[in-house]
């Protein structure tokens, strides 16, 4: 008997690519995979209301254990009795471990048994351990948990990565062995760089844990589209198929493509916000700079194919104003669309797997549009 | 006949006082009155959407020519054929003359026929004549022009104060005579300052030009509550009685008050969404402070008695955290809280009105709040 806390049902797979559509039922609700999850860092979906994120038909979001440890603090969270009422969020959240954060900041002190660093709040010394993370995990309250990895420079060394694929299995054993479910689903990750034998080491030590589900780091880190590639096409299919498949970190619409058609079903990105508060449009011809002059009397539109709220509503001549006076409006419009436009794109992948014509729609999409099928 | 492109329907006067209850019917809907008209500035009231200004029910908002002259400039408004397309708002548009901003910049000099000045965008020498202010209104194509009146420190002489009176007059008249209505009302503009025999002069050569409506100007700049309150209360009533009177620049609580009592319909003010980015809420019970730490683990909403959306959705505890870590959302929510607060505080007061409660109304907010009656 399965007794996890997710069910997870894979409905169709492509005939002619590993193209997955799937679902997962959680305690807070159903995701449709593939799923584009925004990120809300801070507790917030950067600038959006909960009222806009479900306009654009979101999902999941996702959110970051790290960050909320720091501020507003576990305390603040356990007396809210987690993040879902915090936010006032009542769809599934999914939290990081704070691994990706950690090993970003200067500093960072390795250990066997842990991760040691300076708070970048007041510079005090912290320690993340596997069980730490969990421990913050579930006074957030999330419906998928990660564990903590260790998460190198793509780009390390073969022995760094060795070193790190044997930690990251050390603790996901750790993690495996003091998570205590309670509707709380745990999923492993899987590294070791741009190094074949390596990944297949982290593969066969991470699935053997039997986790909610698989996700693939130390992906989309700096490293080339073709090493991206190389590693996605290799083991995008080998993670267990029955489980949900993540990767980290993945946003922009070609490594969406990448890695749907090799089987991947979740992912998550700052990049569409980002983007957006930055003055780029995300649209189904390639990318628009409002911020150009060349939008300033265009009462078109961003995009003339898109339902959002912003494109029902306001021209490019407009939001390129708005961005001139620096308005915060601007930025929120630009968000909108941005997340609604790869959160079509991916309601469009499901319906493209489930008529087997994923690869059409690839097809379609590349030749149609800007995007550089490789970066 | 009349033939003034807004009709002005005068409900009903409270018994014990001088407030009003009115309507002003525009061709793009009806006002209630009195009526608060969150501000504009840059074709877009900060931080918020049209959605959530509607929901909050802004009945009309103002936007300032001067601003909208600079950027996006008239050959982008014009293309876009005002500033109702520009920005989709379908809700009637109050623009002001300019005036005010032009004399708030350093270096303005002022001659019988123009204001001369420096673009704050690129130091060019800009003249701006009350023809011109009526130019630029036409293009933005709002309900409400008003005429560029002489906008002098409060706290001036009585010579200045004089010729500034005299300026407006002539001002308005050459407006009067320049002024092609096709569907745009136009207000006049008292001035006066604080000496009431030049409130007297200006108000009786004013309203000799049968204007659409009337405006209180040169107040709320600075000067004392009590001079403000003996202007009002001696002046508010002699405006016409037939028209709607408008009170520039007021959007406190205690203002507000004051100028519904004395007989004023219509007021504007940053206030409400400039004190929501930093991080003040209006409440019916006074001021709260968001970013102080004693509504870090605050559950209840900014105030229960409040319909918004932030009310309905979200805690003090969670928008504190949100300003805590300046995320935008934060701003969002206090703007829409804050301009409820004010909206619904018009509304009330119109039902006080027509209930002959406005006195009573007066009494129990100032009794039941830690606003003050003065200041």
Known sequence: MDDSPIKFELIHIDRYTGARRGRIVTKHGT??????????????????????????????????????????????????????????????????????????????????????????????????TPEKSLDIQKVIGSDIAMVLDVCINSLSGYDAVKDSVQKTFNWALRSKRYHNSNGQALFGIVQGGLFEDLRNLSLSQITSLDFDGYALGGLAVGEKYQDSEKILKAFGNKLPENKPRYIMGIGSPTMMFLSVENGLDMFDCVLPTRMGRHGTALTWKGKLNLKSSEVKFDQKPIDEKCDCYTCKNHSRGYIHHLFKKDEVLGKILLSIHNLRFNISLVEKMREAIENDEFKFFKDEFFSSSTYSLTN
Chains 1, 2 share one sequence.
Not at 39 to 60: C, F, M
Not at 88 to 99: A, M, R, V
Request: net charge negative; glycine share 6%.
């Open 31 to 128: 995701i449709e995979t593939p799923v584009f999850m925004p990120v809300g860092t801070n507790a917030t979906v950067k600038t959006l209301t909960n009222s806009l994120l479900n306009d654009i038909n979101t999902e999941i979001i996702l959110a970051n254990a790290f960050h909320l440890y720091l501020r507003p603090g576990l305390e603040v969270l356990e007396h809210f009795q987690g993040l879902h009422n915090f936010m006032n969020w009542e769809k599934p959240i999914l939290t990081d471990s704070g691994g990706f954060q950690v090993f970003s900041l200067p500093n960072t002190r390795l250990t066997d048994e842990k991760v040691i660093f300076k708070s970048p709040l007041d510079g005090s010394q912290i320690e993340l």
